[in-house]
């Protein structure tokens, strides 16, 4: 079992920074490969960012390469998520996530993730 919470959303302005923390529950923590998600009102759940249980291999969704970065610290069970030259469209509750699957093909899915963070709110003005 494990358990995720959020912290670092907020309001920001366009241009801006952000840093997401998820702190998890649990000795497993470096079993899990994790991801962060984040979902707009009205629409689906997206894949962001995810990366490998040992940190060695990340993924980034197209719209947030090269501004965002996933980074995890084993030692303090922690995954984050650097979001650099924010823009209004990644206005969205943040959500990290952890799963055992070992295939990278299934990290980009909310399907492959068995434990879900009760999300963070990003809101960035125009």
């Known amino acids: 079992q494990v358990q995720l919470v959020e912290s670092g959303g907020g309001l920001v302005q366009a241009g801006g920074s952000l840093r997401l923390s998820c702190a998890a529950s649990?000795?497993?923590?470096?079993?899990?490969?994790m991801g962060w998600f984040r979902q707009a009102p009205g629409k689906e759940r997206l894949f962001v960012a995810a990366?490998?249980?040992?940190?060695?291999?990340?993924y980034y969704a197209d719209s947030v390469k090269g501004r965002f970065t996933i980074s995890r610290d084993n030692a303090k069970n922690t995954v984050y998520l650097q979001m650099n030259s924010l823009k209004p469209e990644d206005t969205a509750v943040y959500y990290c996530?952890?799963?055992?699957?070992?295939?990278?093909?299934?990290?980009?899915?909310?399907?492959?993730?068995?434990?879900w963070g009760q999300g963070t709110q990003v809101t960035v003005s125009s």
């Open positions: 996530a952890a799963t055992l699957s070992g295939y990278s093909g299934n990290y980009y899915y909310p399907s492959a993730y068995n434990y």
């Open positions: 649990g000795r497993t923590f470096s079993s899990y490969a």
């Open positions: 990366i490998s249980w040992s940190g060695g291999s990340t």
